[in-house]
């Protein structure tokens, strides 16, 4: 198949699949709503009348106030998590950089937790009102982004083990951090803070979710238009300086982009990991790593499989809301252990 | 190739010296590059080839002495407007991801991505291609070449760059005999079509052989510089590299032997 046609497939795939995942998880719940209702509904709020919407206010209000703004949640969350995970790996020239894996997650997770448990007393978080806790989750995210990122550059490539050894350091030191938060926070925050540990989508507002969407929006249009010096990139540091690029203003712009994302989707709804190592390397290995098209359909793959995801977790114990954090890490980990068995056996381990 | 054309010095290095970590890795180094010239740069291991390649592509910046390029210094232009102006092969080239090797070459062109030039783009793929024979590996994977492969891709992707000045580190270290010959005539004829060539070679029959002028760096400082004649007696590579040499002399050219016992 030229490449295309692959990229044609692929496009249908996903434009199917999300269709698919929205309309099933806005049917599926302990409350049973047709299709047609969730379609005369849609139509009726694009302010074309017609008589299949629904009468009953409680189908209504279900659709709008729990699963409407939960099911966009996870789809802009999806798409800034797996979008931040191409970035990533295009700035480290490897695949295994991931925001969960190598840390950014989790800083940006005690970034806002540190924020709810210092709430109103701190003059620092409380002056952001509202807004402390996306705001310290980015400056998490973004001071560890920026760690990771000097501890495991040397000479213009990335030092694996260090790379995932500084990722593992973090995680310590974030969930360190985390408990100790959880240990001196009132009930209130700690509740919280435990949700941020295990990431879920749950009582998503369309408040939160239109900035989620903005952010993610505003930097998928970055990232799209990166995405020729992203390729170049993939020559090592000293080629694509000679190709014309300024890799020293592309990496610093990308780990802010990096911490971005990431800060915005750990904010609203915790830790959700491996979604961005486990898209990009599917849509890598369907249309290739040209990164215009990878970070595109990274995009919509990620939101596509966080619906699916988040389906599954509100669905697969009746009556009980699993943290989907928990599912990504249960479906990534061992995804993890694959991709360096399959490195090992290519060119033996990463050394 | 014998008639050279001495145009005026697009790039010059003038009294160039680079400390790094106060080792004195170049001393007061002088040398003026010209459009029209293969100019071969010879030393033995360690005595400052890729610095000074590094100086005068503009990743090194000098610890002193000036690097102009028509005449404006070096460090003047920004990235793009030296990517438009001269193209670098670096020893080492490792390509992330799975990109193919028409990818790879494709991207040679990014420097004139709106530009008028962007234009020759299928040309000046095809040419480079065809210079660099590997035609035959465009759908194939850059990683799942071999080395000397690997190593005529990377020229295709800096030839495809169409640059006035072409840098080449070591372009014939990975090759066989035939690609060794064929690399270094293709360096040749874009200097007879008017580019200024620069290339790091330790062949020394190669680099006579295929040079316009040579630049034999030992220790930090410019030995000599000259035709390969001139350059390349026996006297003088025995004092640099500390071996006897016997020159003998093919089609104009000397061919330099190791005197081994």
Same mark, same amino acid.
């Given at each position: 198949?030229?490449?295309?046609?692959?990229?044609?497939?692929?496009?249908?795939?996903?434009?199917?699949?999300?269709?698919?995942?929205?309309?099933?998880?806005?049917?599926?719940?302990?409350?049973?709503?047709?299709?047609?209702?969730?379609?005369?509904?849609?139509?009726?709020?694009?302010?074309?009348?017609?008589?299949?919407?629904?009468?009953?206010?409680?189908?209504?209000?279900?659709?709008?106030?729990?699963?409407?703004?939960?099911?966009?949640?996870?789809?802009?969350?999806?798409?800034?998590?797996?979008?931040?995970?191409?970035?990533?790996?295009?700035?480290?020239?490897?695949?295994?950089?991931?925001?969960?894996?190598?840390?950014?997650?989790?800083?940006?997770?005690?970034?806002?937790?540190?924020?709810?448990?210092?709430?109103?007393?701190?003059?620092?978080?409380?002056?952001?009102?509202?807004?402390?806790?996306?705001?310290?989750?980015?400056?998490?995210?973004?001071?560890?982004?920026?760690?990771?990122?000097?501890?495991?550059?040397?000479?213009?490539?990335?030092?694996?083990?260090?790379?995932?050894?500084?990722?593992?350091?973090?995680?310590?030191?974030?969930?360190?951090?985390?408990?100790?938060?959880?240990?001196?926070?009132?009930?209130?925050?700690?509740?919280?803070?435990?949700?941020?540990?295990?990431?879920?989508?749950?009582?998503?507002?369309?408040?939160?979710?239109?900035?989620?969407?903005?952010?993610?929006?505003?930097?998928?249009?970055?990232?799209?238009?990166?995405?020729?010096?992203?390729?170049?990139?993939?020559?090592?540091?000293?080629?694509?300086?000679?190709?014309?690029?300024?890799?020293?203003?592309?990496?610093?712009?990308?780990?802010?982009?990096?911490?971005?994302?990431?800060?915005?989707?750990?904010?609203?709804?915790?830790?959700?990991?491996?979604?961005?190592?486990?898209?990009?390397?599917?849509?890598?290995?369907?249309?290739?790593?040209?990164?215009?098209?990878?970070?595109?359909?990274?995009?919509?793959?990620?939101?596509?499989?966080?619906?699916?995801?988040?389906?599954?977790?509100?669905?697969?114990?009746?009556?009980?809301?699993?943290?989907?954090?928990?599912?990504?890490?249960?479906?990534?980990?061992?995804?993890?252990?694959?991709?360096?068995?399959?490195?090992?056996?290519?060119?033996?381990?990463?050394? | 190739?014998?008639?050279?054309?001495?145009?005026?010095?697009?790039?010059?290095?003038?009294?160039?010296?680079?400390?790094?970590?106060?080792?004195?890795?170049?001393?007061?180094?002088?040398?003026?590059?010209?459009?029209?010239?293969?100019?071969?740069?010879?030393?033995?291991?360690?005595?400052?080839?890729?610095?000074?390649?590094?100086?005068?592509?503009?990743?090194?910046?000098?610890?002193?002495?000036?690097?102009?390029?028509?005449?404006?210094?070096?460090?003047?232009?920004?990235?793009?407007?030296?990517?438009?102006?001269?193209?670098?092969?670096?020893?080492?080239?490792?390509?992330?991801?799975?990109?193919?090797?028409?990818?790879?070459?494709?991207?040679?062109?990014?420097?004139?991505?709106?530009?008028?030039?962007?234009?020759?783009?299928?040309?000046?793929?095809?040419?480079?291609?065809?210079?660099?024979?590997?035609?035959?590996?465009?759908?194939?994977?850059?990683?799942?070449?071999?080395?000397?492969?690997?190593?005529?891709?990377?020229?295709?992707?800096?030839?495809?760059?169409?640059?006035?000045?072409?840098?080449?580190?070591?372009?014939?270290?990975?090759?066989?005999?035939?690609?060794?010959? +064929? $690399?270094?005539? =293709?360096?040749?004829?874009?200097?007879?079509? #008017?580019? @200024? /060539?620069?290339? &790091?070679?330790?062949?020394?029959?190669?680099?006579?052989?295929?040079?316009?002028?040579?630049?034999?760096?030992?220790?930090?400082?410019?030995?000599?510089?000259?035709?390969?004649? +001139? $350059?390349?007696? =026996?006297?003088?590579?025995?004092?640099?590299? #500390?071996? @006897? /040499?016997?020159? &003998?002399?093919?089609?104009?050219?000397?061919?330099?032997?190791?005197?081994?016992?």
């Amino acid at each position: 198949m030229s490449r295309r046609a692959k990229g044609l497939t692929l496009s249908l795939v996903l434009a199917i699949v999300l269709v698919a995942g929205v309309l099933l998880s806005s049917i599926i719940g302990q409350l049973a709503i047709t299709p047609a209702e969730v379609l005369g509904s849609v139509l009726r709020a694009l302010g074309i009348q017609n008589s299949l919407a629904p009468e009953d206010p409680i189908i209504e209000s279900t659709l709008w106030v729990v699963r409407f703004p939960r099911i966009v949640m996870a789809l802009a969350v999806g798409a800034a998590l797996a979008v931040a995970g191409s970035v990533m790996q295009a700035i480290f020239g490897n695949p295994l950089a991931e925001p969960g894996v190598v840390g950014v997650s989790s800083g940006a997770a005690l970034g806002a937790a540190a924020a709810i448990v210092l709430g109103g007393n701190v003059a620092v978080v409380a002056a952001f009102g509202s807004w402390a806790t996306a705001v310290f989750a980015f400056v998490g995210g973004l001071l560890a982004t920026l760690l990771v990122y000097f501890m495991s550059r040397a000479n213009g490539r990335t030092e694996v083990v260090t790379l995932l050894l500084t990722g593992i350091a973090i995680n310590a030191f974030a969930g360190a951090g985390l408990a100790f938060l959880l240990f001196v926070g009132d009930s209130a925050s700690r509740e919280q803070i435990v949700f941020w540990q295990l990431g879920s989508l749950n009582g998503s507002r369309w408040q939160e979710v239109g900035l989620v969407i903005g952010v993610t929006v505003a930097g998928l249009i970055v990232a799209a238009i990166l995405a020729r010096r992203y390729d170049l990139l993939a020559l090592g540091e000293r080629n694509a300086r000679h190709l014309g690029i300024n890799v020293e203003a592309l990496r610093i712009g990308s780990i802010v982009l990096v911490a971005l994302l990431t800060g915005v989707a750990v904010a609203f709804c915790g830790i959700i990991a491996f979604v961005g190592l486990v898209v990009p390397h599917i849509i890598r290995m369907a249309i290739g790593p040209s990164h215009r098209a990878l970070i595109l359909a990274s995009a919509v793959g990620g939101g596509v499989l966080l619906v699916f995801a988040d389906l599954l977790a509100r669905t697969i114990v009746i009556g009980a809301d699993l943290p989907i954090g928990m599912l990504t890490s249960l479906v990534g980990g061992p995804f993890f252990f694959y991709l360096l068995a399959k490195q090992r056996k290519r060119s033996g381990g990463w050394a | 190739m014998n008639q050279q054309i001495h145009g005026a010095p697009i790039l010059r290095a003038t009294d160039v010296t680079v400390t790094i970590d106060s080792n004195r890795i170049l001393e007061a180094v002088t040398l003026d590059i010209v459009e029209g010239e293969l100019l071969a740069l010879v030393g033995p291991n360690g005595a400052g080839k890729s610095t000074m390649l590094g100086v005068l592509s503009g990743d090194l910046s000098p610890t002193s002495g000036s690097v102009t390029l028509e005449g404006r210094a070096l460090s003047s232009f920004s990235h793009l407007e030296l990517a438009r102006r001269r193209s670098v092969l670096t020893q080492e080239n490792h390509v992330s991801f799975a990109f193919t090797v028409a990818d790879v070459v494709e991207m040679g062109r990014s420097p004139w991505v709106k530009t008028p030039q962007l234009a020759d783009d299928d040309a000046a793929i095809d040419d480079a291609l065809r210079t660099a024979d590997v035609e035959h590996l465009v759908t194939r994977h850059y990683g799942s070449l071999s080395g000397g492969e690997k190593a005529r891709v990377s020229l295709a992707r800096v030839l495809a760059q169409r640059t006035t000045i072409v840098f080449l580190d070591e372009p014939t270290a990975a090759l066989d005999l035939r690609h060794q010959e +064929e $690399v270094m005539r =293709a360096a040749a004829q874009l200097a007879a079509s #008017g580019r @200024a /060539v620069v290339v &790091v070679v330790h062949d020394l029959s190669l680099a006579a052989a295929y040079a316009s002028r040579v630049a034999l760096i030992a220790g930090g400082q410019l030995d000599a510089v000259g035709t390969p004649a +001139e $350059v390349f007696t =026996a006297e003088r590579i025995e004092r640099v590299y #500390g071996l @006897a /040499v016997e020159i &003998v002399e093919r089609g104009g050219r000397p061919v330099i032997l190791p005197l081994r016992y």
